[in-house]
């Protein structure tokens, strides 16, 4: 069983996010990437399915900041390989990422068939597009999302998906392998693995790198931003200043007010 | 040859093949263990052999089983010395010595020893049997180690008092006696008891910075992977419990029991219970043990033979944490301190917000010159119930007239209990992004508020940096105290308790400063009953304060600790040293009900009132 | 249909969704200003009646394949391209909700034309179609054009009441066919939600918590704050995730939608999922230590202080109020 996780590096909100000059996009010379989130549930299923089942897992990333890290630490949880696809321009929108994607599963070496193909089910950069669907549509394989339980039959020819719907309710899908997934979340919370294997993995194995092979004008019809702000919320809601005790002291007004207390 | 000596001959040839064989085996896994150094300071080691063992300190800080401990131990030794003396007599007659019992000052010495060991003996029998301390169990080992000191001793003495009386009985309670010795040399290896030989080793090769957290490894997963040193506190232990009756975890109901611990150390040396590999470590030592300990020391504080609990259990925490067998919120806290820098998941840029509650400017360290760089650390920094208490500290320095600054968002978590729960990899990197930072800055001298910080700084941080001095505030308080810069305009006038942090106290020995402080302040000083090395630790050191309790614990630590304080006659008030200290003591007032009873304050704030 | 707005009317389990019915309200006031027909177009199997109640919209094209009864994100694209490829509206609007998640990145692919995702609103510039779009986790909002039309917009839940979408009109319904093949994804069955101890849509007030509550120690704090309320503790995404409430408590887009009377959110950094699940709350005090955070979008008060300095001073004020409400 061949597992390659498709991993993007995306802005981590927690930090304050400037706009660049222009207004039309983020100001990443101040922005921490890390691996999306569901990124990371990715690879943690992947690892688990790899300890179950037995398979071979390939972190599959494209260049950014921080990306190296982020390979060597999927490395030192237990990924196989890692390859790096390098070239695009920074800022690449989510269809271009999933080309390039693309592009590599078909023409990296080693890299497919792949009988699984997972990645997080949606970025929050993802203006375009979510890149699951997308690859699932450039190789032509079946695509499910929301997925936050993964099993496969002892054939290892069809995987049992677990989809969240609303309300609580979940989903059990037959999934025909090979297939791409969207992970919402892994079945157990992403691993953490001590710097001294990350340490190792960079000193003992290597990312292999592979060029970016896409049209000039990224050969999609792209959604143009015009402009871009940061979210000014105060817009919205009544905001009560003050030390607690006098904030306090206001919402218990506000909520008497309503007949709540 | 005589027959006589022809059958001491063989007695002593069985006794010592047997001996010997089962020391060899334990040498020769102690041999594969990794090696640690422990023979530098030969003078220091003497004195820790002098003081611990042939002065039995640890062990008088239980008067009276110290007392009968020490009688027994030192009749033991002048006994050991004359069965020797005789062995070498009864295997080799023709040597022109007299036999040890021909000397009268020995006999005497015999005599007089052998009464007040045996009173000794019955006082240890008398505890063990009727007044049990908690932890001290009644395995039948230890009864036949006590019969068999009783018999050496009263063969003897019952050899001497039908000497010119009956000299056959006199003969035979020789036999018995030497024969009675040989069996139990025999026996000794094989007993729990093996600690009458092993542990003055066990002093020698002692730690001589207890609680030093050892050399980086990937963890203990089996036997060869601990040091030989390690492995040795589990032939150097003798079961006496006092470490399970200091460990706040195993007081409050979690899985470890340090005693427990040490007899698992025993059974690896021995492999019983693992496999001869070493194999089944884990089962044998569950991961629920591993993760209680707070690394308070207070296990190694009492330990008789000076074992080292907490670097085992680092050890152990080590492989754990490779293998990802750990709390959720702990791994959750790791991703944090190794994306921010905090435990808290705050951005870097959010450390230096407590300072927006001040109506001053504190000096940027890493842009302009400073006395004193101030270490604030983690909860200081981030967590708001502190914030009042990390502003008062700021405005006592600066009251005080000190020339200090902080690192600003370039300040990491120190790591220190980072590296207690096993991530030695994180500890260093953020070591290394902490020592880049202070290479930056001028400063002369460094103050932080954190125990656990002024721990690893000192220790670590500081010698690889150049020596800067490392003050706790309380010491800086201290000083100034002492040099009369404090500038105190009213007295405080009430009655109050004081808590010693583990990392100010047991670690380092900081137990003056703050107690002149509080002097100074005009407060009066009502000292728990378990202060200084005594003191409970509040629960939170080694990385606890990110992890869960466990449902079924009887008593949170702090809890307990907060019950001590509530006892006092008239304290109404709980002086502490350490940030953590204030949030889980505030915690465990809150949780029992106490808030009108009790009150928690950081040294700062009470400083800052006396200022005025 | 060519040139109009396109609403992809989602249906689940044998009813449309609200968030179709928040799609038409937006498809009307666009295709108003723009002059142009609302569409909507409905899939499934035997769900014919259920376009009965799209009157919001001018014309409902009716697909029917029982490939088409779940909602699969491959064969529903597969469809809707197929029925638009001759008549290419300007806009076709796909609610993002977990039923549909995939259907327009798949069909925008399949028209060869742009998608945009997380859109809020829709606006027009000197008669071109601008996405109002909600990034970042709520933190960052762009305005978004597509370089050409068609354009497969993917609408964040909450865009407009759903009201305004619902009409008793009977709307024109066609019916188009589709030719299919077989689906190597296939549903098995459904897994009802467990219930828990409590019914999170039943209650009157909700204290929720996120992220920001730090640690299942903290718990305790907001459950002191709801029982003072006289009300339960709901979760956002992570918190359910730890496994420090049970899944029963969570609320947002794969959790539960609740409408209490008030909706308390602690440290809950507000992110497009958890907003979904609560929005319609009549009255919505959130806290968050940052003045940013989305939530204090949708909240009608808000505090931006400590969650865990908060919530205990917030408690004893409301147990003294009662304290004297009882005594007067």
């Known amino acids: 069983m061949r597992i390659l996780v498709l991993m993007k590096m995306a802005p981590d909100v927690v930090e304050e996010l400037e706009i660049a000059p222009g207004g039309t996009a983020l100001d990443l010379d101040y922005v921490r990437m890390i691996l999306s989130e569901s990124d990371d549930h990715a690879l943690e299923q992947a690892l688990l399915l790899k300890e179950r089942h037995g398979a071979t897992v390939t972190a599959l990333a494209l260049d950014a900041p921080e990306v190296d890290d982020a390979l060597f630490t999927a490395l030192a949880k237990g990924a196989d390989r890692a390859v790096k696809i390098a070239g695009l321009d920074a800022g690449f929108p989510t269809s271009q990422a999933a080309r390039a994607m693309s592009q590599a599963i078909a023409q990296v070496p080693g890299l497919s068939p792949a009988d699984l193909i997972l990645t997080g089910v949606q970025a929050i950069d993802d203006l375009d597009g979510l890149i699951a669907p997308m690859v699932a549509h450039a190789l032509d394989l079946p695509y499910l999302g929301i997925v936050t339980r993964l099993s496969l039959d002892a054939s290892g020819r069809t995987a049992l998906a677990t989809k969240e719907y609303p309300g609580g309710v979940r989903g059990e899908f037959e999934v025909k392998l090979p297939a791409v997934l969207g992970i919402q979340a892994a079945e157990k919370p992403p691993r953490y693995v001590p710097v001294a294997k990350v340490r190792a993995a960079m000193k003992t194995q290597k990312i292999d790198s592979a060029p970016a092979s896409l049209p000039a004008d990224g050969g999609c019809a792209a959604a143009q931003v015009v402009e871009m702000k940061r979210n000014e919320p105060a817009g919205h809601a009544e905001m009560l200043d003050g030390d607690p005790e006098s904030v306090s002291d206001k919402l218990c007004g506000i909520l008497t007010g309503h007949g709540l207390l | 040859m005589t027959s006589a000596t022809l059958i001491l001959w063989l007695l002593t040839l069985a006794a010592f093949g047997l001996f010997g064989a089962r020391v060899f085996r334990y040498v020769k896994v102690l041999l594969a263990a990794r090696p640690e150094k422990r023979w530098d300071h030969p003078w220091k080691r003497l004195q820790l052999v002098i003081v611990n063992v042939l002065g039995q300190r640890r062990l008088l800080e239980e008067p009276v089983s110290g007392a009968a401990h020490l009688l027994i131990f030192w009749a033991f030794v002048f006994y050991a010395a004359s069965f020797f003396w005789n062995l070498v007599h009864g295997l080799f007659p023709f040597l022109p010595i007299p036999s040890a019992d021909e000397v009268s000052w020995v006999r005497a010495a015999l005599a007089a020893f052998g009464v007040l060991g045996l009173a000794a003996l019955a006082v240890a029998a008398a505890r063990r049997y009727f007044f049990p301390p908690p932890r001290l169990e009644k395995s039948r080992d230890a009864g036949i180690i006590l019969a068999l000191i009783a018999m050496v001793l009263l063969s003897c003495l019952a050899g001497q008092w039908y000497r010119a009386s009956n000299p056959a009985v006199s003969r035979a309670m020789w036999w018995v006696h030497m024969a009675t010795v040989l069996g139990f040399l025999a026996y000794l290896p094989y007993s729990k008891h093996l600690h009458l030989l092993a542990s003055p080793f066990g002093v020698f090769f002692a730690s001589l910075e207890p609680g030093r957290v050892p050399e980086a490894s990937a963890g203990a997963a089996r036997r060869e992977d601990f040091t030989w040193r390690q492995l040795f506190s589990g032939l150097a232990c003798a079961e006496c419990g006092r470490c399970d009756r200091a460990c706040p975890a195993f007081n409050s109901g979690f899985a470890l029991s340090p005693k427990m611990l040490m007899h698992h150390m025993k059974e690896l040396v021995r492999g019983e219970g693992a496999g001869p590999d070493g194999a089944g470590l884990a089962g044998l030592i569950k991961r629920e043990e591993i993760w209680a300990c707070t690394s308070c020391l207070a296990c190694m504080h009492r330990c008789p033979v000076m074992n080292e609990h907490v670097p085992v259990l680092v050890e152990l925490r080590r492989r754990l944490l490779g293998e990802g067998d750990m709390d959720k919120s702990l791994q959750e806290s790791l991703k944090n301190l190794t994306r921010y820098g905090n435990s808290f998941g705050a951005p870097p840029r959010a450390r230096p917000k407590w300072t927006q509650q001040l109506d001053f400017h504190i000096k940027d360290a890493r842009k302009e010159p400073v006395h004193y760089l101030w270490f604030v650390g983690d909860y200081a920094s981030f967590d708001p119930r502190l914030a009042p208490v990390t502003c008062a500290a700021a405005r006592v320095f600066r009251k005080a007239g000190l020339d200090f600054g902080i690192l600003y968002e370039s300040e990491q978590n120190s790591g220190n209990d980072v590296r207690l729960a096993g991530e030695e990899g994180l500890y260093e990197t953020l070591r290394d992004k902490n020592r880049n930072v202070f290479a930056k800055a001028h400063y002369e001298e460094i103050v932080t508020t954190d125990p656990h910080s002024f721990h690893i700084l000192k220790h670590e941080y500081m010698p690889m940096n150049g020596g800067q001095p490392v003050l706790h505030h309380t010491q800086l308080l201290s000083q100034m105290v002492l040099s009369g810069e404090l500038p105190i305009k009213h007295k405080l006038r009430m009655r109050v308790t004081y808590h010693d942090p583990c990392y100010l106290g047991r670690y380092n020995a900081v137990f003056n400063a703050p107690r002149r402080v509080i002097e100074a302040l005009g407060l009066k000083l009502v000292e728990m009953s378990q202060n200084r090395t005594y003191a409970y630790c509040c629960g939170a050191g080694g990385g606890r304060i990110w992890m869960e309790d466990p449902p079924v614990i009887i008593e949170r630590p702090a809890t307990t600790r907060i019950r001590e304080a509530a006892t006092l006659k008239d304290v109404r008030t709980l002086v502490v040293a350490c940030p953590k200290d204030l949030v889980m003591f505030q915690d465990a007032i809150k949780t029992m009900g106490l808030e009108d009873r009790l009150e928690v304050k950081e040294l700062s704030e009470l400083v800052e009132q006396a200022m005025g | ?328």
């Not at chain 3, 035997?46 to 699969?72: K, S």
């Not at chain 3, 491959?74 to 300007?90: G, I, K, N, S």
């Not at chain 3, 319904?173 to 828990?196: C, I, K």
Request: net charge neutral; aromatic share 4%; proline share 5%.
């Open chain 3, 1 to 328: 249909m060519t040139g109009s707005i396109c609403v992809f009317a989602e249906q689940w389990r044998g009813s449309i969704s609200e968030a179709t019915y928040e799609a038409l309200a937006l498809g009307r006031e666009v295709a108003d200003a723009l002059g142009v027909q609302l569409t909507a177009i409905l899939t499934g199997s035997n769900a014919r009646e259920l376009a009965q109640t799209l009157g919001a919209a001018d014309l409902v094209v009716y697909v029917d394949h029982p490939l088409l009864a779940e909602t699969l994100p491959q064969p529903t694209a597969e469809a809707l391209a197929q029925v638009l490829q001759d008549r290419r509206p300007r806009a076709f609007i796909v609610p993002l909700t977990n039923v549909s998640l995939g259907v327009g990145t798949l069909l925008a692919l399949r028209l060869g034309t742009a998608g945009i995702n997380f859109c809020k609103d829709v606006r027009i510039a000197g008669g071109r179609l601008q996405a109002v779009c909600v990034m970042y986790g709520g933190k960052i909002e762009a305005t978004v054009e597509a370089a050409g039309e068609p354009v497969v917009l993917g609408l964040w839940p909450g865009a407009r009441p759903a009201e305004k979408g619902r009409s008793s009109r009977s709307p024109v319904v066609e019916e188009a066919t589709v030719s299919l093949r077989d689906s190597p994804v296939l549903l098995r069955r459904y897994v009802e939600a467990e219930a828990g101890d409590v019914d999170l849509t039943k209650q009157d007030v909700l204290v929720a918590v996120g992220r920001g509550i730090q640690s299942k120690d903290n718990l305790g704090l907001a459950e002191d704050l709801a029982k003072s309320l006289g009300g339960a503790v709901a979760g956002s995404r992570p918190v359910i995730d730890q496994g420090w409430l049970p899944l029963s408590r969570q609320v947002g887009k794969s959790g539960l939608s609740v409408k209490p009377k008030l909706y308390v959110a602690l440290g809950i950094s507000g992110a497009p999922e958890h907003v979904e699940g609560m929005k319609d709350s009549a009255l919505i005090v959130a806290v968050n230590s940052d003045p940013r955070a989305p939530i204090f979008n949708v909240a009608h008060y808000g505090i931006v202080a400590d969650v865990l300095e908060t919530i205990p001073v917030l408690t004893a004020a409301i147990e003294a109020k009662r304290a004297v409400a009882r005594h007067a």
